[in-house]
């Protein structure tokens, strides 16, 4: 399945990623974000499907993670730096317009990439993630999900975080994808494969520094989501509660929700043939029902 993908560095105006790539050179050009704590192997039951069906992925490892770079400091992964990072690749690539896919954090990118470039994105599909100007008035009205989100404040300590996250081979963080996911969702080699990456130098803290710099200003408000757009919900996520997805759909002029019952936060994985059948029915030009 992943044997036709094409790795490579990429040299940007401001950092150097790591990038897959696959699918047609005359495919619909399309950028795909993985989320915490995975790189872009983390779409690796996507690929395939995606590329067959006339898409040319662009899959980077997002800056701090695997084998991009790994830049100090908080404002090195403001959202407008993460949302510039796509721009960017974008313009690497010379796509003038593209389709974009996000999970997780991966997801949060998006939609501010969405949100303040709008003229780029051709067509937005996320998964789990909510609209980064939601989600705090969306905590303060619902306890149930500070509650959930109480893991971003252990990630707000220095350095104790990275040090619980990585030892014994990241136990943690494998546990925790083996248990949030559903059964067999992430296999021993799954674990393996990203237990490397986060093992890389500077690559934890890097990782954890997204949620530090949730805490740097930006605008409490973003733009309204202009194109085309598709949310995919795993409705059995441990961290994120569905009225996030209901909350961002708000904001877009032409959207819907997917959701997928039996999913969890791993939606990708969890149901990953329907979340491929959905995918590629909206990002090939298909309608969108309001």
């Known amino acids: 399945m992943l044997e036709s993908v094409r ?5 940007l ?7 897959a790539e696959a699918g047609p050179a005359d495919g619909l050009p399309t950028i795909v974000l ?6 872009w192997y983390g779409w690796r039951r996507q690929i395939g499907p995606l590329t067959e069906a006339g898409l040319r992925l662009v899959l980077p490892d997002q800056r701090g993670y695997n ?3 790994k830049p100090e400091g908080l404002a090195a992964y ?7 990072d796509v721009i960017e690749l974008a313009n690497h690539y010379g796509f003038a317009t593209f389709r974009l896919v996000g999970h997780d954090w991966g997801g949060l990118v998006a939609w501010w990439t969405a949100s303040f470039h709008p003229e780029r994105i051709a067509r937005l599909a996320i998964l789990n993630a909510p609209h980064p100007a939601v989600f705090g008035p969306y905590v303060r009205r619902h306890p149930t999900q500070m509650l959930r989100s109480l893991y971003v404040g252990f990630f707000q300590i220095p350095r104790l975080p990275e040090t619980r996250l990585t030892a014994n081979d990241g136990a943690v963080l494998r546990q925790a994808l083996a248990k949030t996911g559903r059964k067999g969702s992430f296999t021993a080699a799954d674990l393996d494969r990203y237990a490397d990456a986060w093992a890389r130098p500077g690559a934890m ?9 949730l805490r740097l ?4 408000t973003a733009p309204r989501i202009t194109m085309p757009t598709l949310i995919l919900w795993g409705r059995r996520d441990h961290a994120l509660e569905s009225g996030l997805a209901e909350a961002s759909l708000a904001l877009c002029d032409a959207g819907r929700i997917a959701w997928f019952p039996e999913a969890t936060h791993w939606v990708q994985h969890d149901a990953a043939e329907a979340v491929n059948a959905s995918l590629i029915a909206f990002l090939a030009d298909g309608e969108i029902e309001t």
């Not at 790795?7 to 040299?11: H, M, R």
């Not at 105006?13 to 790591?18: E, K, M, N, W």
């Open 217 to 220: 200003p930006r605008p409490g």
């Open 67 to 69: 084998c991009s770079d």
């Open 78 to 84: 403001h959202l407008d730096r993460l949302a510039a």
């Open 34 to 39: 993985h989320g915490f704590p995975e790189f």
């Open 205 to 213: 803290t890097a990782m954890l520094n997204w949620y530090r710099a």
């Open 13 to 19: 105006p401001s950092i150097r990623l790591h990038v």
């Open 7 to 11: 790795t490579s560095s990429v040299a």
